[in-house]
């Protein structure tokens, strides 16, 4: 089965500085999303990482915040960008393979901003 | 009313107890829908997919109710192993995933 790669798997930043989260995908896949995960809650789509364009963000997320960039079909990265505390939270990619609907998700990057 | 709505729980059940969560879901066009474990600090991995009135695997047992758009998650047979979060998932416009608040599950002895 193919294999998601998500590194770093947890940090700890200081607040005001920026870290970017990769997701690397070991075959092709139709789309990729990234999640946060708060904690105590459930997921929130952050935005759909699009191939060779910018990324469509849900409401209340802005690129400003949240740069993704998508250059081909297997990788993709997530920027947090001047974090603060309220930034602490798990975040995960999610990829749709092709011919399959549902969705697989990476091991996830646990952030936690002091 | 939300996307998807869950009953967060938690579940206590003894081993052996059968259980079952509900999820209730807002768009009428949804076609399929998903049930996915996450256990304490993992991510989510699927358990079940739902695309008619139901599937059946092993002591999992999900089932659709369009009429009244609901699915259901039914686990008989509890195990302490099955003490997880059990998020429902249900895809919107453009594939998007809207997850609910997921259902806590306690097995205990």
Redesign the interface.
């Given at each position: 089965s193919a294999v998601i790669s998500q590194k770093p798997s947890r940090d700890i930043c200081q607040r005001g500085t920026s870290l970017t989260i990769q997701c690397q995908v070991d075959s092709q896949v139709t789309?990729m999303?990234w999640y946060r995960q708060q904690p105590g809650?459930?997921?929130?789509?952050i935005a759909?990482a699009n191939q060779g364009s910018e990324a469509?963000y849900?409401s209340g997320f802005v690129i400003d915040k949240f740069p993704i960039s998508r250059p081909n079909l297997t990788f993709s990265t997530l920027t947090v960008s001047n974090m603060s505390p309220e930034d602490s939270s798990i975040y995960?990619c999610?990829v749709?393979f092709p011919g399959i609907?549902?969705?697989?998700?990476?091991?996830?990057t646990?952030l936690t901003v002091v | 009313r939300k996307e998807v709505e869950q009953d967060p729980g938690p579940f206590n059940v003894p081993e052996g107890a059968t259980v079952a969560f509900n999820c209730t879901y807002s768009n009428s066009a949804s076609q399929s829908f998903f049930w996915y474990r996450q256990d304490c600090r993992k991510e989510p991995k699927l358990l079940m997919s739902v695309y008619s009135s139901g599937n059946e695997d092993g002591r999992f047992t999900a089932q659709l109710n369009r009429a009244s758009q609901y699915i259901s998650l039914l686990i008989r047979d509890s195990k302490l192993s099955d003490s997880a979060t059990y998020l429902c998932a249900v895809p919107t416009g453009f594939q998007k995933l809207v997850f609910g608040t997921g259902t806590r599950l306690l097995v205990s002895p």
């Amino acid at each position: 089965s193919a294999v998601i790669s998500q590194k770093p798997s947890r940090d700890i930043c200081q607040r005001g500085t920026s870290l970017t989260i990769q997701c690397q995908v070991d075959s092709q896949v139709t789309m990729m999303f990234w999640y946060r995960q708060q904690p105590g809650q459930s997921l929130t789509l952050i935005a759909t990482a699009n191939q060779g364009s910018e990324a469509t963000y849900e409401s209340g997320f802005v690129i400003d915040k949240f740069p993704i960039s998508r250059p081909n079909l297997t990788f993709s990265t997530l920027t947090v960008s001047n974090m603060s505390p309220e930034d602490s939270s798990i975040y995960l990619c999610s990829v749709v393979f092709p011919g399959i609907l549902s969705y697989t998700f990476g091991s996830g990057t646990r952030l936690t901003v002091v | 009313r939300k996307e998807v709505e869950q009953d967060p729980g938690p579940f206590n059940v003894p081993e052996g107890a059968t259980v079952a969560f509900n999820c209730t879901y807002s768009n009428s066009a949804s076609q399929s829908f998903f049930w996915y474990r996450q256990d304490c600090r993992k991510e989510p991995k699927l358990l079940m997919s739902v695309y008619s009135s139901g599937n059946e695997d092993g002591r999992f047992t999900a089932q659709l109710n369009r009429a009244s758009q609901y699915i259901s998650l039914l686990i008989r047979d509890s195990k302490l192993s099955d003490s997880a979060t059990y998020l429902c998932a249900v895809p919107t416009g453009f594939q998007k995933l809207v997850f609910g608040t997921g259902t806590r599950l306690l097995v205990s002895p």
